[in-house]
């Protein structure tokens, strides 16, 4: 049922506002420094259901859950000196843990997919850290857009892709990062189970050791990890050095193309503007995009893992 959907300021009154919508179950976009979340209060499971409800999402994909800080993630999770070292280097940050929940949490069974472990980050974005400490609990928070299509990296986004589905969006302007927060699994051997915002060789070096990798056929144990996500509705060719007739360029380095994630070559760069450059040729709705080859190192991993589920056979 359609609903009206406010756009909040990021002041006393708009925190005040969005707190109040999650404390009675209702549904709040909010920006992270990687991309804006579609947040629910993580111990109701009603809100939980319509967080799936609004997106399109299926159950069977867990959630992330966002904390204000190390200690309150510390109350939901079972801790070690592994989670401890991550913490200590890269929270607030683009980076999600996935650990074992404890038994007396309190979560929502819709969060974690019924599964023995639980996502959970403390972001950096300082609108998404005002929420959170007004809500003073939980916010279990996927990307805030119809479920396997582009994510959001600014509110307008949001507007395009859930308004009246949602009860309210919180403006803190554009997304830093712009992909989504690097995921690690620390249930057993740290594994990489879905490449983000923060370079894996910046995990590796904290750690001290080579992160193992969560494989093509392993079971889904995170967020991010179907292969058909972050689509537009134009086909997408990757690795293209030469675009077909019809197709339009998103290209990488000095290239001529329709847009350009970074003429420079910056990864970092490239992966703030890649959703919404997607975003924007995606508006055009005029023939496929084809994508200059990106290098695989650094936040290359993140963003050719995002594009590789862009440009994955859908099952319409």
Request: one cysteine or more.
């Amino acid at each position: 049922m359609s609903q009206t959907t406010k756009l909040l300021m990021p002041d006393t009154e708009g925190f005040e506002d969005a707190a109040r919508t999650l404390h009675a179950g209702g549904l709040v976009a909010f920006p992270t420094e990687t991309v804006y979340g579609l947040g629910g209060d993580a111990r109701n499971d009603h809100a939980v259901a319509r967080i799936f409800e609004a997106k399109g999402r299926p159950r069977f994909n867990p959630l992330i859950v966002h904390v204000p800080d190390v200690e309150t993630a510390k109350t939901y999770v079972e801790w070690g000196d592994a989670a401890d070292r991550l913490a200590s280097a890269f929270w607030p940050g683009p980076l999600t843990l996935v650990l074992p929940l404890k038994s007396d949490a309190g979560l929502s069974p819709l969060v974690t997919a019924d599964l023995p472990t639980v996502a959970i980050r403390v972001p950096a974005h300082a609108v998404g850290r005002a929420l959170l400490n007004a809500f003073g609990g939980p916010v279990a928070a996927p990307s805030a857009n119809p479920s396997g299509r582009i994510s959001p990296s600014e509110a307008a986004h949001v507007v395009a892709g859930l308004s009246g589905r949602i009860e309210a969006i919180l403006d803190g302007g554009a997304c830093d990062v712009g992909v989504e927060s690097t995921i690690l699994g620390l249930s057993g051997a740290p594994t990489l189970l879905r490449p983000g915002g923060l370079p894996v060789e910046a995990l590796e070096q904290a750690l001290g050791a080579p992160l193992a990798h969560h494989g093509k056929g392993d079971p889904l144990t995170a967020p991010g990890q179907m292969t058909s996500h972050y689509a537009p509705d134009a086909r997408v060719r990757l690795d293209v050095t030469a675009p077909k007739p019809g197709e339009r360029l998103l290209g990488f380095g000095p290239v001529d193309c329709t847009l350009n994630l970074s003429r420079a070559g910056d990864l970092t760069e490239a992966a703030a503007n890649l959703f919404h450059h997607l975003h924007a040729l995606d508006a055009q709705g005029d023939g496929p995009i084809a994508v200059s080859p990106i290098p695989q190192t650094g936040l290359g991993l993140a963003i050719n893992d995002r594009l590789k589920r862009a440009a994955a056979p859908r099952d319409a």
